[in-house]
């Protein structure tokens, strides 16, 4: 269950999203449900850090409902979670977002096991787990309008993966990333033609001022010609 606190952080936030309206009690017993369900794993496997089992939504939850300050969710989309280990920021936004269909891809059987648990017992019957490895993965996974990712890789590779599986023209890879996000876009601008990349934008990621404190980080978005 959440606290007082956690709850009254994810209404805030929805808030700010202009979620509160549409926000029924049904999700939040779905992303309360879905919180349990991950602390109580994390005792038996590791699903995030240990120092992080006690602010999932404080560090986890926050920064996938992150994501739709960066990105438009309102729309009826298909979008990829690429690494999506406990299922940030997939699960959360397709339980928030309930229209989009969501594909969490994760190629650790047993965070995989875990993702197919969690479907199954929040009846979320707009998401997928697919469980292998990105590279791996049959190119006829094509037509998504959105790549997430939550630092799972380099930019340079996640372009690569994402490159396949995007919309031409339409498709965008939205990703948090770290101190490194320069060095990675410059290593990038080298490579941008060999995936016929059309741009992209960096901005600070801090989606909730004055709700949520955060170490500095960037987000990303790289579009496709």
């Given at each position: 269950m959440f606290h007082v606190e956690?709850?009254?952080l994810i209404e805030n936030i929805l808030k700010r999203l202009s979620l509160s309206l549409s926000f029924s009690g049904q999700t939040m017993d779905r992303l309360e449900l879905y919180h349990d369900l991950v602390y109580r794993t994390n005792m038996i496997f590791n699903l995030v850090s240990e120092k992080d089992t006690k602010r999932?939504?404080?560090h986890h939850f926050t920064d996938s409902l992150g994501f739709a300050e960066y990105l438009d969710f309102s729309k009826e989309l298909s979008v990829m979670d690429l690494g999506s280990g406990a299922g940030f920021p997939g699960i959360v936004l397709a339980i928030v977002y309930p229209h989009i269909?969501?594909?969490l891809v994760e190629s650790?059987?047993?965070r995989a096991g875990f993702l197919q648990k969690v479907v199954s017992e929040l009846l979320l019957?707009?998401?997928e787990v697919v469980c292998d490895r990105a590279e791996n993965l049959d190119s006829k996974m094509f037509g998504f309008s959105l790549v997430l990712s939550r630092s799972v890789a380099k930019i340079s590779l996640l372009v690569?993966?994402?490159s396949r599986f995007l919309e031409k023209s339409a498709g965008c890879l939205g990703c948090i990333k770290g101190p490194d996000v320069e060095k990675e876009l410059r290593f990038l601008s080298e490579k941008?033609?060999?995936y016929s990349?059309?741009?992209?934008e960096v901005e600070r990621f801090d989606p909730f001022p004055g709700v949520v404190e955060r170490p500095v980080r960037s987000f990303v978005r790289i579009y496709w010609k």
């Open positions: 956690q709850k009254e999932i939504v404080e269909k969501m594909c650790k059987r047993k019957d707009n998401v690569k993966w994402s941008a033609d060999r990349i059309s741009g992209w």
